[in-house]
């Protein structure tokens, strides 16, 4: 639920399996840096009170130079980071469970 591909906005901390800040921009540390031709179908959820809300530039990256991937990309208005977990007390949550049900089914419908 929560697709962290940029780590270069945490710069000043260096996860531990990265030998070094720069390592940030590695793509496979930060898979943002990477090639998504050929990538499979991509669904995106996003609350706009979500802090780290930089997931944004990974949509805008797939629209933009891989126009070929498909994206489905949802803004949930004022929803909290991984807001998703809250189904069943959430009326966005709920609505974005039905929205992966949907998804996921249209992938394996054809």
């Known amino acids: 639920m929560s697709p962290w591909v940029n780590l270069f906005y945490w710069y000043i901390w260096t996860p531990p399996y990265a030998p070094n800040?720069?390592?940030v921009?590695?793509?496979l540390?930060?898979?943002i840096y990477g090639n998504f031709k050929d990538f499979p179908p991509v669904l995106i959820q996003v609350g706009t009170a979500?802090?780290?809300i930089q997931v944004d530039s990974f949509a805008d990256k797939l629209a933009n130079e891989y126009p070929d991937v498909p994206l489905t990309y949802t803004v949930?208005?004022?929803q909290v980071h991984v807001f998703q977990?809250?189904?069943g007390f959430s009326d966005a949550a709920d609505?974005?469970?039905l929205e992966v049900e949907g998804w996921i089914g249209g992938i394996f419908a054809g």
Request: proline share 14%; aromatic share 24%; charged share 10%.
């Open 29 to 31: 540390i930060s898979p």
């Open 85 to 87: 977990i809250f189904f």
């Open 50 to 52: 979500d802090i780290i």
């Open 95 to 97: 609505s974005a469970w």
């Open 76 to 78: 949930f208005p004022d």
């Open 21 to 23: 800040a720069l390592a």
């Open 25 to 27: 921009f590695n793509p």
